[in-house]
Structure formats: C-alpha cells, structure tokens
C-alpha cells in the first residue's frame, strides 16, 4: 500500500518500474533537440483523409511499437491509460479499440501521461495490477482546430504561439523489475492563472 506524506504525495511501499518505452512523431518533432531518441517518424497525416484518423493511427502506432518491445500478450496487460486533446478522448479510443485490454480514458492536457503514471504507479503499488500501459498522444492540426482556428482555414499565427506536438507516446508501468524507478508520486492541484490568449496555451499548462 501506498504510504501518504502530507496532503498529495505518495510514497511507494512496492517497487514499481518504468520497464519499457515507444514513441512515433511527426517531422518537426524529429528535427528537434530530442529526435534520435524516438522510435519512428511520420508525416502528420500519417496516410489519413484526416487529422483526427491520423492522430488515432499514430496512438495505435506507438502502443504496436511498445508491444514488441515488451515482448507481451495483450493478457498480460492489466489495464490501459491513455488520453489525448480531442473531446471524449477520440484518437485514444479509436486508436486502441482492437487491443482487447481494460482501457480507462484520461484527459489532463500537457499532464494526461504524468497523470497515467502517477494512476499505474498506484494501481500497481495496491497489488492490483502488474503489468499498466500509460500512453498520451497529439496532433497540430487537430489542436488547432479543438482549441484556435483549423490550419485549412488560413488564420494567421502569432510567431510566439506555442506548437502542439505531433506524436504519440506509450510507456509500461510494471512490478517486474527493470528500468527506473517510481518511488513516489504527487498530486498536482489546480491553480488558475487567468490565462486567456489561446496562443498562449503554453503559460496555462
């Protein structure tokens, strides 16, 4: 069981491991700083007529990748966390929906994978679960078409606006030992800045 230190964190009393990682992006995400570290690139419409359909290909993508990599069946995983930005965690959903594993949806925005691992680091910790796959995935065009205006519109940019990832992201949270460590977990609480400029999504999150 997990032991409470103060109001919002959790000390682990189970040893609990991040065993395995998978991530598919976009260009932009390739070219950057972090680009040799990622599994796979695609283009952002990933073949689809689109972004949605693209933005589900690529969670699919990222939790096929992770799967070979863990050498797994999808018996063998406990449950699924995972979000996105699109409403009713879509690309998620229809991303995952032939996996056949116990899938809880999360939306927290920048945090949806640090909530998952936080969420299987407790699950795992309670001696429920063994085995929890926490994923997050996005996509450019269809978060400016969620939260701004869509790319085919034509609107104009500020250069100073943030740019939503393209990409997808899978990990496995697991109670066999290998990888780092989760020792303990802190549950963030929610502050209001007043943010207000949708270009500046960025500073909210």
């Given at each position: 069981m ?13 040893k609990?491991?991040i ?7 976009g ?6 700083p972090?680009?040799?570290y ?5 283009q ?8 949605e ?10 939790f096929?990748?992770?799967?070979r990599?863990?050498d797994?069946?999808s018996?063998?995983?406990d449950c699924?966390?995972?979000?996105d930005?699109m409403n ?9 929906r032939?996996?056949?594993?116990p899938y809880?949806g999360l939306?927290?925005?920048?945090s ?14 309670s001696?429920?679960?063994n085995?929890v ?10 978060a400016?078409?969620?939260f ?5 519109q034509g609107?104009q940019r500020p250069p100073t606006a943030?740019?939503t990832v393209?990409?997808?992201?899978a990990l ?5 030992p290998?990888?780092?460590?989760i020792t303990?977990?802190?549950i963030?609480?929610?502050t209001d800045?007043?943010i ?6 960025g500073a909210?999150?």
């Amino acid at each position: 069981m997990s032991i409470k230190q103060g109001k919002q964190t959790y000390i682990n009393d189970r040893k609990v491991y991040i065993k395995e990682t998978a991530a598919i992006v976009g260009p932009r995400e390739k070219a950057g700083p972090l680009g040799e570290y990622f599994d796979e690139v695609q283009q952002e419409d990933y073949d689809e007529k689109t972004w949605e359909k693209a933005e589900a290909k690529f969670a699919n993508a990222a939790f096929q990748k992770l799967m070979r990599k863990i050498d797994k069946k999808s018996d063998d995983i406990d449950c699924i966390l995972a979000g996105d930005l699109m409403n009713q965690c879509i690309a998620s959903s229809l991303g995952l929906r032939d996996s056949g594993i116990p899938y809880l949806g999360l939306f927290g925005a920048c945090s949806t994978i640090a909530e998952g691992m936080t969420t299987a680091s407790l699950l795992i910790n309670s001696g429920g679960m063994n085995h929890v796959i926490c994923m997050a995935s996005s996509n450019f065009c269809s978060a400016e078409k969620t939260f701004r205006m869509p790319v085919e519109q034509g609107g104009q940019r500020p250069p100073t606006a943030q740019w939503t990832v393209t990409a997808s992201g899978a990990l496995l949270i697991s109670s066999e030992p290998g990888g780092p460590l989760i020792t303990s977990v802190t549950i963030g609480k929610i502050t209001d800045y007043d943010i207000t400029d949708s270009n500046n999504m960025g500073a909210a999150m």
